[in-house]
């Protein structure tokens, strides 16, 4: 018998956790005996109290666990492996290498916060021991685990982020995808098609809207940008350490070369952004047409001379005291935490300044106040009036849409045999597999917490 269970990432976008169980092959002499997958191992991020789920104990055994696949660097797909290894997991760690090189950083800054913790989820030494079981593989590698094929192909979502399909002795395919790019990315190659799979996991992020076009998208940025500085105040975009971040700064490199707009200070207000960026900078061969033909112009394009990378904190500090328009990069991009909050709390009361929101915000996080209107916004315990513009893009969003997920799952819609719905809120993920089901013809179950589902492998 064989079956899925969705531990974490069903019912909710973040925590990621699959578990796949083998027991018993009639097909395959090499599966007999108990087997489990894991496919990534993600905190719980921005949804009621977080911290006391992450803290929980692991619903199954973490020491029976065989092999994880990580999809991708995101937290909320890597962030609680450690805590895995805490308690007992001694099996090998998959990943493409670009993961392992950004997941070395992210859980090394998030042990550092879990150490402010009297009872930390997991510290520096449990991260330390988690990477020593970690082993990198490249897109289209193919690795055996008792019998079964498992192979990487390119997600587009962020740097390295992959999809892990299982071709198992049967002969029969299962594919997790992970987080799906938004194609085209600015920066990233395309998301590559899948055909003839049997089972799919898929995600829903944006199962239920679509994107602004890219054209849109570039269109709005650029105004909102223009117009933050012709109003002489300050433009403040929360964004995510990782990918978004990067994109940012390319966007705003060409602008600047462009001329599109005048000169002025852009500052990267976050240390681990700035780390993240400097592996992004070491690639050479995972960036599309584009980029890669203005690298080899010459232009650093996460580069440009009125970027200025504030590590300490003294440094952040004083941002408050440059005149006159600005641009402020700084994390978290849902505002839950860091040295954006510090910059909201001044600016935000500034009806001449901006907040550019660029990523999803989750339920319960004040990236989501903000995007839905409120008046005033809790920062540091102080009530804080907001009279900043408040501006959206969704096009820079690092997640495919809705008709980008319905398409993808159309190129093996004459083989699927069910496809699972994941990795969205409740309404995203309902829609899209209702879409599924009356689009395609496949049969489309929106996943549920703790619920196991039978494969026939």
């Keep these: 018998m064989s079956k899925l269970t969705c531990y974490g990432g069903a019912g909710s976008t973040t925590g990621a956790n699959f578990l796949l169980e083998f027991d018993n092959s009639p097909t395959s002499p090499r599966l007999r005996g108990a087997r489990k997958i894991l496919i990534d191992c993600g905190m719980l991020q921005g949804e009621g109290d977080t911290d006391e789920h992450n803290k929980k104990v692991f619903p199954y055994d973490a020491s029976s666990i065989d092999v994880l696949y990580v999809t991708h660097a995101h937290i909320d797909h890597i962030g609680l492996i450690p805590k895995l290894y805490k308690e007992g997991f001694r099996g090998e760690i998959y990943s493409t290498p670009e993961t392992k090189s950004i997941a070395g950083l992210l859980l090394e800054d998030a042990a550092k916060i879990n150490s402010y913790d009297e009872n930390p989820i997991y510290v520096q030494n449990d991260v330390a021991d ?14 055996d685990f008792y019998g079964i094929k498992v192979e990487f192909y390119n997600a587009g979502h962020i740097l390295g982020s992959a999809m892990v399909k299982f071709t198992f002795p049967s002969g029969k395919t299962m594919l997790f995808t992970g987080d799906l790019g938004n194609s085209p990315s600015p920066i990233l190659e395309d998301l590559e098609k899948i055909e003839g799979l049997d089972y799919l996991l898929i995600e829903s992020v944006y199962g239920d809207r679509n994107h602004e076009s890219k054209e849109e998208r570039d269109e709005k940025f650029d105004r909102i940008v223009r117009e933050s500085i012709e109003r002489g105040g300050t433009l403040l975009i929360p964004a995510f350490s990782l990918e978004r971040t990067q994109v940012l700064l390319y966007k705003l490199d060409n602008l600047f070369e462009s001329k599109k707009v005048p000169s002025v200070p852009v500052f990267l207000d976050s240390p681990l952004a700035i780390r993240l960026t ?8 995972l960036y599309n047409q584009k980029a890669l033909s203005d690298m080899k112009a010459g232009d650093e394009i996460f580069k440009f001379n009125e970027l200025k990378e504030t590590l300490s904190v003294r440094d952040s500090k004083e941002i408050a005291g440059v005149e006159g328009a600005k641009i402020i990069i700084a994390g978290s991009g849902m505002s839950t935490a860091g040295r954006i909050v510090g910059h909201e709390e001044r600016y935000l009361p500034d009806p001449n300044s901006t907040i550019l929101l660029v990523g999803y915000q989750a339920h319960g996080t004040p990236g989501r106040m903000i995007e839905e209107g409120v008046k005033e916004i809790m920062i540091n315990n102080k009530r804080v009036l907001l009279k900043a513009r408040v501006e959206k893009i969704d096009g820079f969003s690092a997640h495919a849409d809705s008709d980008t997920l319905v398409d993808f799952v159309s190129t093996s ?13 409740p309404k995203s993920s309902i829609f899209l597999a209702q879409r599924l089901r009356d689009e395609l013809g496949v049969e489309a179950i929106a996943t549920e917490k703790g619920k196991s589902y039978e494969l026939n492998l």
């Design 413 to 425: 819609a004459k083989t699927l045999k069910k496809v699972f719905v994941a990795m969205g809120e």
């Design 278 to 285: 400097r592996i992004y900078e070491r690639v050479t061969d």
């Design 130 to 143: 988690a990477l020593n079981l970690w082993k990198t593989v490249k897109y289209h590698e193919v690795l």
